[in-house]
Nanobody
Framework: QVHLEESGGGLVQAGGSLRLSCQHS????????MGWFRQAPEKEREFVAA????????YYAASVKGRFTISRSSAQNTLFLQMNTLKPEDTAVYYC????????????????WGQGTQVTVSS
């Protein structure tokens, strides 16, 4: 059973930064994609960023491009999301997820999910 666990969320002021981590329970294969999604109260879960594990190719939602950076440590089976210049609209529960089939922005196409970590940005 694959287990993913997020950490690093918290409360920050607008303009501040947070770094999220997601620990995968085992080795992530090079063909897999891992991504970050977020969900605000009463909103749909939305794509934030993704990375092809082997090649390191990155993808971002327009709303975060230029502010967030997704990266990974293959040796530690860990996914990261560096979030800079945070805005109140970034407030959400952030989830990491794995897609063994490839890159997608669709939540239903991801196979494994973490429990989420809360990010709150105050103005």
């Amino acid at each position: 059973q694959v287990h993913l666990e997020e950490s690093g969320g918290g409360l920050v002021q607008a303009g501040g930064s947070l770094r999220l981590s997601c620990q995968h329970s085992g080795r992530v294969f090079s063909s897999h994609v891992m991504g970050w999604f977020r969900q605000a109260p009463e909103k749909e879960r939305e794509f934030v960023a993704a990375i092809r594990w082997g090649a390191g190719t990155t993808y971002y939602a327009a709303s975060v491009k230029g502010r967030f950076t997704i990266s990974r440590s293959s040796a530690q089976n860990t996914l990261f999301l560096q979030m800079n210049t945070l805005k109140p609209e970034d407030t959400a529960v952030y989830y990491c997820a794995k897609n063994w089939r490839g890159y997608s922005t669709v939540p239903n196409e991801y196979d494994s999910w973490g429990q989420g970590t809360q990010v709150t940005v105050s103005s």
